[in-house]
Nanobody, 128 residues
Framework: QVQLVESGGGSVQAGGSLRLSCAAS????????MGWFRQPPGKKREGVSC???????TYSDSVKGRFTISKDNAKNNLYLQTNSLKPEDTAMYYC??????????????????????WGQGTQVTVSS
């Protein structure tokens, strides 16, 4: 059974950093596309960053240059390093796994329906 467990969220001041982690179990995460998504209060869930099995990455315009996605294949973990955090980054952050596609597909990488499994989320709160 596939499980995703996020951790690393918290409350920080603007300009601060957090490293989010996602521990995957029940499948080999390195074989498939994974992503980070977030849902701000009162808004829809949106894509933040995705990574393919080949290590290729993509970022939303709102986080490009500030966030870095990575994975540790040996530990079956996914990470999101968030730097220069802004109040508008406040959201619940979710890890998601696509167990059918290994590589990034372009415009559909941030399509929520493309992902088969989701974690429970970790809260990031950024104060000004």
């Amino acid at each position: 059974q596939v499980q995703l467990v996020e951790s690393g969220g918290g409350s920080v001041q603007a300009g601060g950093s957090l490293r989010l982690s996602c521990a995957a179990s029940g499948y080999t995460a390195s074989y498939y596309r994974m992503g980070w998504f977030r849902q701000p209060p009162g808004k829809k869930r949106e894509g933040v960053s995705c990574i393919g099995s080949d290590g290729s990455t993509t970022y939303s315009d709102s986080v490009k240059g500030r966030f870095t996605i990575s994975k540790d294949n040996a530990k079956n973990n996914l990470y999101l390093q968030t730097n220069s955090l802004k109040p508008e980054d406040t959201a619940m952050y979710y890890c998601a796994a696509d167990v059918t596609k290994p590589t990034l597909s372009g415009y559909r990488d941030y399509d929520l329906t493309q992902y088969d499994y989701w974690g429970q989320g970790t809260q990031v709160t950024v104060s000004s």
